[in-house]
């Protein structure tokens, strides 16, 4: 089942902008992550926040979680051509100890 | 170098012969798992691994079937492959549960016609 879902589906920015993608999930979770896949590729793990933090930061990338929205964000800050790229949550439910993964933001970056 | 890696990448079969995609891990992870990656259906777990010799279904195990008699191997089998098995399916292991850092293979492209 799915429990996160990405937004937007697709978006497509200049070199040098800051790109959004929203995250939103149904139930209480422990964890959540996002991933990278070039196209055609395996995913790639970015970055994990947990339940209890609200804000976290790995170079270019933010992230941030509000739990009581059930919704997560991830931002790139001057975006690079080589970030094109499929973006992806991950969540792993209180329930449980497995990942459950969107369907994906489609990020384009144009040179 | 760490790595997750899948074998062939690039499959075209014809239905009901039976076929094998290997994983290999070379990080000593406990946990490993395949999924599968259809347009508009977003990752799907098909089955993982806790340990050597313990396995469990995920969300689409139907048609699929996995072992684990090795810790760094967890070959994928489809016994008799049909045309809506078509799909890219991806391996993934993490140090001890489905919740840590995954880390994936490159990917197996199927086309079963």
């Known amino acids: 089942s799915q429990q996160g879902e990405e937004d937007p589906q697709a978006l497509s920015i200049q070199e040098g902008e800051n790109a959004t993608m929203n995250c939103s999930y149904k139930t209480s979770i422990n964890n959540l992550q996002w991933y990278r896949q070039n196209s055609g590729r395996g995913l790639v793990h970015l970055i994990l926040i947990r339940s209890n933090e609200r804000e976290k930061h790995s170079g270019r990338l933010r992230v941030t979680l509000d739990t009581s929205k059930k919704s997560s964000s991830l931002l790139i800050t001057a975006s690079r051509a080589a970030d094109t790229a499929s973006y992806f949550c991950?969540?792993?439910?209180?329930?449980?100890?497995?990942?459950?993964f969107g369907e994906g933001t489609q990020l384009t970056v144009n040179p | 170098e760490a790595q997750v890696t899948q074998n062939p990448r690039y499959l075209i079969t014809v239905t009901g012969k039976k076929l094998t995609v290997t994983c290999s891990q070379n990080?000593?992870?406990?946990?490993m798992s395949w999924y599968r990656q259809d347009p508009g259906l977003g990752l799907r777990q098909i089955y993982y691994?806790?340990?050597?010799?313990?396995?469990d279904k995920g969300d689409v195990p139907e048609g699929y079937k996995v072992s684990r008699k090795e810790k760094r191997n967890f070959p994928l089998i489809l016994e008799s492959p049909s045309p809506n098995q078509t799909s890219l399916y991806f391996c993934?292991?993490?140090?001890?549960?489905?919740?840590?850092?995954?880390?994936f293979g490159p990917g197996t492209r199927l086309t079963v016609t």
């Open positions: 691994s806790m340990n050597v010799e313990v396995t």
């Open positions: 991950a969540t792993e439910e209180t329930s449980g100890s497995r990942l459950t």
């Open positions: 990080m000593n992870h406990e946990y």
């Open positions: 993934a292991s993490s140090l001890l549960t489905g919740a840590d850092e995954q880390y």
